[in-house]
């Protein structure tokens, strides 16, 4: 759920907003009644750079298409446990 807040509420409960934001909320903040800014988690910034590469990258892109088409598809194996490195190989080398 994201918490609104204008920028004096902020400045005035900011250590105790960066607690709430670990929690895993987003802070909106105002200024003269628009969002203005926004905290979020470093994960969740560190989550949303990464998908925005990608999303810009045009090979990634097409990788993710087609992943998605396979997904609609019914084109999709799904493992049980943890789907390491060596689980994937060995289950791609005996499709292949």
Not at 1 to 14: C, K, N, P, S, Y
Not at 15 to 40: D, S
Not at 66 to 78: K, N, Q, T
Request: proline share 3%; charged share 30%.
């Amino acid at each position: 759920m994201d918490i609104f807040l204008t920028a004096t509420e902020a400045r005035q409960r900011f250590l105790k907003l960066l607690a709430e934001v670990k929690e895993g909320e987003r802070i909106i903040i105002t200024y003269r009644g628009k969002p203005a800014a926004a905290m979020i988690d470093f994960e969740r910034l560190q989550l949303l750079t990464e998908l925005a590469r990608l999303w810009q990258d045009p090979q990634s892109l097409s990788h993710i298409r087609a992943a998605h088409e396979d997904l609609r598809a019914g084109r999709v194996h799904r493992l049980k446990g943890v789907p390491t490195v060596k689980r994937l190989s060995t289950w791609h080398a005996k499709r292949v």
